[in-house]
Structures are given as structure tokens and as C-alpha cells.
């Protein structure tokens, strides 16, 4: 079975902090990894997509990819109280998504 | 702006009358999904259509079915709500299979009494 693993936190971080959201994943041929942002009540919202090992920016946010640890992190700067939410990682082997639990952020100003 | 419309925003409905869900995109993506997602968990994938034809998950309970009568619009339908059912339900698009990047819609939030 392809899981998909999370720490469900919550994640507490200081307004202005770095925040290191983690996930690893079970199968090896996955090729696609997102991030999604999720907050209470709403529907994800995508923020980063990485398809190969390395970092990958996107202003606050960089994406992070090991292949061979078989593990993808989301790294947020300058954390904001509006970057509380929900994190989801999703990997995508074959035609499908396998989402993970995901991680709960709580920003503190 | 392009994007995946979901309605109602919120649906009650009683234990075992029917109810459907629609879903409508303005991205012409060939893959529209559906997935059930309850509290505190991640979203579940229920059935994808790729075009016109149409992917069921295994385990997905025969009391959902969808339909998808062209590329913009797809239908929940589920026809006998359990008490279980209740959730938020999901609607996605991807341009293509294998891989592309997922948009939701806003959802739609269902009540069972």
C-alpha cells in the first residue's frame, strides 16, 4: 500500500521563524510531489510542486526533494500568522494522488 | 478567471434521500476528480473521469456514483446518505493524468440528519 506519512502536529513556530514542515513517502517510482495548503473549513490550495531532487523557490516558500530517502520537505521563512493551516503533502505515482494526514502549523505573532 | 466551481457550498440532507453534488471547470482539463474528506483526515479519492471514461476506486461504496455529461461539468450522486457520509466533498481538476497538478474547487460541506 503507498502511503504517504506526516507529523500531524501541531507545528509551533514565532512570527518571523522558519517553519520545516517534513513527509516521507513508501513508493519508489513516485515522480511528482505538491504541497498543499489547507485552512480550517476550506478546500487545499496547491503552493509548491517539485519533480526532481533538490530545492525549489517560490518567494517565502522552497520545496525540498530526496529521492533516495524517499522524503520531501516544505520550508516556509518569515513565518506569518496567516501561514496558520493545515500542510498537506501529496505524491503522485501512476495516475493518482496519495495524500498524507498532514501537519497542522500554528504561527504565534 | 479560470476555475473549478462547486454547488451547493453546504448540503443537508436526510438519512437515505438522494443527493447530488455538481462540479464545474472553466480550465478544460480533461480529469475531473471526486474526493470525500472528513475531519482531520486527507482527502480520499472516491473516482476519477478522464475525458468520458470513468475510474472507480476500489473501495469506493456503490452507493456513490458520478456522471460527467460533458468537459466542464461532473456529478456526485449519492444516492442513500448514511450518517457516515457526512463530510466535505471535493472536486478537482488536472489538465492531464500522470502526475499534473491537482486544483480544487471550494467545496461542498454535507450534512446527514
Known amino acids: 500500500q503507498k502511503e504517504v506519512e506526516q507529523n500531524s502536529g501541531p507545528l509551533s513556530v514565532p512570527e518571523g521563524a522558519i517553519a520545516s514542515l517534513n513527509c516521507t513517502y513508501s513508493?519508489?517510482?513516485?515522480?511528482?510531489f505538491f504541497w498543499y495548503r489547507q485552512y480550517s473549513g476550506k478546500s487545499p490550495e496547491l503552493i509548491m510542486s517539485i519533480y526532481s531532487n533538490g530545492d525549489k523557490e517560490d518567494g517565502r516558500f522552497t520545496a525540498q526533494l530526496n529521492k533516495a530517502s524517499q522524503y520531501v520537505s516544505l520550508l516556509i521563512r518569515d513565518s506569518q500568522p496567516s501561514d496558520s493551516a493545515t500542510y498537506l503533502c501529496?505524491?503522485?505515482?501512476?495516475?493518482?494522488?496519495?495524500f498524507g494526514g498532514g501537519t497542522r502549523l500554528m504561527v504565534k505573532p | 478567471d479560470a476555475m473549478v466551481i462547486q454547488n451547493p457550498r453546504y448540503q443537508v440532507t436526510q438519512f437515505g434521500k438522494p443527493v447530488t453534488l455538481s462540479c464545474s471547470q472553466t480550465l478544460n482539463h480533461n480529469v475531473m476528480y471526486w474526493y470525500q474528506q472528513k475531519s482531520s483526515q486527507a482527502p480520499k479519492l472516491l473516482f476519477h473521469?478522464?475525458?468520458?471514461?470513468?475510474?472507480n476506486e476500489a473501495d469506493t461504496p456503490d452507493n456513490f456514483q458520478s456522471r460527467r455529461p460533458n468537459t466542464s461539468f461532473c456529478f456526485l450522486d449519492i444516492r442513500s446518505p448514511g450518517l457516515g457520509d457526512a463530510a466535505m466533498y471535493l472536486c478537482?481538476?488536472?489538465?492531464?493524468?500522470?502526475?499534473?497538478?491537482?486544483?480544487f474547487g471550494p467545496g461542498t460541506r454535507l450534512t446527514v440528519l
Open positions: 501529496a505524491v503522485h505515482a501512476g495516475n493518482m494522488l496519495t
Open positions: 473521469y478522464y475525458d468520458k471514461d470513468f475510474n
Open positions: 478537482a481538476t488536472s489538465r492531464e493524468l500522470g502526475g499534473h497538478e491537482q486544483f
Open positions: 513508493d519508489r517510482v513516485s515522480q511528482s
